[in-house]
């Protein structure tokens, strides 16, 4: 199969996670007998330092015109870094949310899933871990807040900043109509997650859901107000399977899920068209506290390309080879500083990456 591939390193740690990903690919290329074309595109800190601006059309169209695109992360220390004295609208994470636009990425999906060998590493009790937890986060990812009306004015001399949280009952439906169809190839659960108590936004939200499950019979639907499922996710993960929701509190519930995993350097993402094209990208930032140093997890990464494979590629035994291959290098006992435990052995990025491709 050929297929061309929009590679972002981005910025931080970006480069070196990428490079291993990548690593990873070309050895299920070279053992599935696939070709993947590689563009490498710049987002973010790079695309301003090349180009003025976090992301150029050109960039853009290179994305569009590839079957998926791989990315690592993007920005920078807001402390120190000189992007952050840019406007607000010239910054890195500026030409992440205008690629998720211009690529219309409205689903956003994470899976929290923990592994039996990083159980260590996960802060929950044991009998609150239970059997462990697998759940997918689906987020809707282009309205809300992050995308509505946003001013800052003065009346009487008293500052006051205005955000607008809109959603339309078109961006509703599409994003659950995903939710459910994920739902259908995991456990049939789907736990919405409002405050319809509330906000007039989730009150629509919730009806619109309603209607979509009503050609889902299969699935079973559940509402969640948002602060419950915050309480939920460390009081009883397990009990999630799909968890839908609107662009904020995925954001914030998807981060929490992560620390409930134990590892932010464990976790994939992937972001959704209406066709098969999606970008896949790490939960995690750029860390910048440690670029450079041969000491960032790839398998956030690695998984992501995973999904690549598995949901814009239609290449679900090779997404299967390269998570089984991750298990089998956390079974042997390697890891990467931010998931080391006692007994284990210590490896740096690049030997993390050479693991698992040699696994594959
Ligand atoms: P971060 O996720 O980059 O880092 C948080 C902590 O986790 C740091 O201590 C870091 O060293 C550690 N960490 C993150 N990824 C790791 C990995 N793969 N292996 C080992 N340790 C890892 O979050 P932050 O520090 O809040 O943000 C840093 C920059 O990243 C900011 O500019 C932020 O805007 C940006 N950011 C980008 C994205 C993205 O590209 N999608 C997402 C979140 C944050």
Request: contains cysteine; charged residues 30%.
């Amino acid at each position: 199969m050929k297929k061309n591939i929009a590679l972002i390193p981005g910025d931080g740690i970006g480069p070196e996670i990428v490079a291993e990903a990548k690593k990873v690919l070309d050895k299920i290329c070279e053992k599935c007998g696939h070709e993947f074309n590689y563009t490498e595109i710049l987002l973010g800190g790079a695309s301003i330092d090349a180009y003025g601006v976090p992301l150029t059309e050109e960039t853009l169209e290179i994305a569009k015109k590839s079957d998926a695109v791989l990315m690592g992360s993007i920005g920078g220390d807001a402390a120190t870094s000189p992007w952050y004295k840019l406007e607000p609208s010239k910054r890195p994470e500026a030409g992440l949310l205008a690629i998720r636009k211009g690529l219309n990425l409205f689903a956003n999906l994470r899976p929290a899933y923990l592994y039996e060998e990083l159980k260590a590493a996960c802060p929950l009790r044991d009998e609150i871990i239970g059997d462990g937890f697998d759940m997918m986060i689906m987020r809707e990812l282009t309205g809300g807040l992050y995308f509505g009306e946003r001013k800052t004015i003065e009346e009487d001399g008293v500052k006051k900043a205005i955000d607008t949280l809109s959603y339309d009952e078109n961006e509703i439906r599409r994003i659950a109509i995903k939710g459910f169809d994920i739902a259908r190839k995991r456990r049939h659960k789907v736990t919405s997650v409002d405050k319809a108590n509330v906000l007039d936004s989730s009150r629509l939200w919730r009806k619109v859901v309603e209607e979509v499950a009503k050609d889902y019979p299969d699935v079973t639907l559940e509402h969640m107000l948002v602060d419950n499922c915050a309480m939920q996710l460390v009081r009883n993960p397990g009990q999630f399977d799909v968890i839908l929701t609107e662009n904020m509190f995925g954001d914030i519930l998807s981060d929490e899920a992560s620390m409930v995993t134990g590892s932010i350097g464990m976790l994939s993402s992937a972001s959704l068209n209406e066709t098969k094209f999606g970008l896949y990208e790490p939960s995690h930032g750029s860390a910048p506290d440690i670029a450079g140093q041969d000491k960032a997890n790839p398998i956030a990464t690695i998984l992501s390309a995973a999904m690549m494979l598995r949901y814009s590629l239609d290449l679900d035994k090779e997404a299967d080879t390269v998570e089984a291959a991750v298990k089998k290098v956390l079974e042997a006992g390697y890891r990467t500083g931010d998931i080391m435990s006692d007994g284990c052995t210590y490896v740096g990025t690049k030997e993390m990456g050479d693991l698992i491709a040699k696994e594959i």
